[in-house]
């Protein structure tokens, strides 16, 4: 953990690393000397040359793939049927889940759906022109796949976070894989909340194997349209790899926080705060600006203080950097140029310190309103843009879950009013075809369904402006070439 003055060089160099996401992010072609990627490879290897040879494996042999992946990666030996975790086992399992957890999985579903459900695009209203009906058509995806990661920290909420805006959006089969343990076990938790929120299939299967398994299909694994959810360095390479195969939410980066505060906030609150960002560990990062030098020491002193009772806190302190500013203003214009994760004003007015910044996955307002509500019950999603993606995207959303068809239909009248300009600019961009093909339509309406004999006699010769002694209207005419 670091305490700076934005002010100095140090400070501003520092800033800049982080701003810039330069400061030791997991990176895809960093060669691996680990013991298990030398016994599934075969020699030391990059994140990025492993998954190429699973996506080419698992897109090969399918299932065989699938299943010698499971048993070197994840320690997992089954067959195919195996992979399947089958509704009568769902159904037993979730029933070990503590009642009291039930309770609070079923309030968090609730908010979740709730929010969710108000993102539905009301339908497209037709827009009508003489002769013209231009619409948007609103359609779910048929089939898409949640990945929810295992390890040490099963993510619970990741189930209902992904699976429920699907659902929202009328998806018609979700399924879900994630990662066993040795004994193909997966937590009780999860498959409750895959209950909860509708997924019709669990599989046992993790990483960059599940990932190309739900790209490309395999004998037991149906494709689908579209994957969700976060991963490690693997599973988010492996979305790479196969993104034009089959959509994807986004390519997560390590989790983010930047917190602006005053001296009216908390320093155990700010401590706490902080330290809950840092133990998502991976490269997390978690910043602290404020104009108060006092408040900013207070806190150091606090995490410090925590850590002594809690050692496996020392990875998210070390992930803490604290800044001094000149004002909350100046905060604020760090932040919008960071374009963090999550933002948390803990400050006075904090929507007018909000007002001037534009870029950001989520924002928290107030001391009060603490950054992991947004991860469970606030109805948000958490799956949100990181890296500096919020800049140009979006918090995951109904509308990633759905695709939009545009309805066109004209009438005679209508080509006739508006062919003219089409034609024009068709001509413009050198495609006759196109300028043709609305020609043919105006020339000879009533013979709009024979075949013609010459389609490309006709041409736009010239346009006449003629004024009509009845209306004072210009009249366009398209001459016949002889």
Request: charged share 20%; aromatic share 4%; with cysteine.
């Amino acid at each position: 953990m670091r305490l700076l003055n934005y002010q100095t060089p140090v400070g501003k160099k520092l800033w800049q690393q982080y701003r810039l996401r330069q400061t030791g992010s997991s990176d895809p072609t960093y060669i691996r000397q680990d013991a298990l990627t030398r016994k599934v490879f075969g020699r030391p290897c990059s994140a990025r040359e492993a998954v190429a040879k699973v996506v080419r494996d698992i897109r090969a042999q399918g299932d065989a793939a699938l299943l010698r992946y499971t048993r070197l990666i994840e320690g997992f030996r089954t067959t195919t049927a195996g992979l399947v975790v089958t509704v009568q086992e769902r159904k037993r399992i979730s029933q070990q889940v503590p009642r009291v957890l039930r309770r609070a999985l079923r309030e968090t579903a609730v908010h979740i759906k709730a929010f969710h459900k108000s993102q539905l695009q009301t339908p497209c209203k037709t827009v009508h022109r003489t002769g013209v009906k231009v619409s948007e058509r609103r359609l779910p995806l048929d089939r898409v796949g949640i990945y929810v990661p295992g390890g040490v920290a099963p993510l619970v909420s990741t189930v209902l976070m992904n699976a429920l805006p699907a659902r929202v959006a009328g998806v018609k089969e979700i399924v879900m894989a994630t990662p066993p343990g040795c004994d193909g076990q997966i937590l009780p938790a999860v498959l409750y909340a895959a209950e909860l929120a509708g997924v019709n299939t669990v599989y046992r299967m993790g990483g960059a194997a599940a990932i190309a398994a739900m790209a490309f299909g395999t004998q037991t694994i149906p494709a689908v349209d579209k994957i969700a959810g976060p991963a490690n360095i693997f599973g988010t390479e492996a979305k790479r790899q196969v993104v034009g195969q089959v959509g994807i939410d986004s390519l997560a980066g390590p989790s983010e926080i930047l917190v602006i505060a005053d001296s009216t906030a908390d320093p155990l609150v700010l401590a706490w705060d902080l330290l809950a960002q840092g133990e998502h560990g991976s490269g997390a990062v978690a910043l602290l600006l404020s104009p108060a030098m006092q408040l900013l020491q207070q806190v150091k002193q606090a995490i410090a203080d925590i850590v002594k009772q809690q050692p496996k806190l020392r990875t998210a302190q070390a992930s803490t950097v604290l800044f001094q500013v000149k004002d909350v203003g100046q905060a604020a214009q760090l932040a919008d140029a960071y374009a963090p994760e999550h933002l948390s004003l803990q400050v006075k007015q904090p929507r007018k310190v909000l007002a001037r910044i534009r870029r950001v996955g989520a924002a928290f307002l107030g001391a009060i309103t603490a950054q992991a509500m947004g991860d469970y019950t606030a109805g948000p999603n958490h799956v949100l843009p990181t890296n500096r993606t919020a800049t140009w995207s979006s918090p995951l959303s109904v509308r990633d879950f759905e695709r939009y068809t545009s309805v066109v239909e004209y009438t005679a009248a209508g080509m006739k009013k508006e062919g003219l300009a089409a034609i024009l600019v068709a001509e413009t961009e050198g495609l006759k075809a196109h300028a043709n093909s609305i020609r043919a339509r105006l020339s000879q309406p009533k013979k709009i369904n024979r075949p013609q004999k010459n389609p490309g006699k006709y041409r736009l010769d010239s346009v006449t402006a003629l004024r009509s002694k009845s209306n004072g209207r210009a009249r366009k005419t398209i001459a016949r070439m002889d």
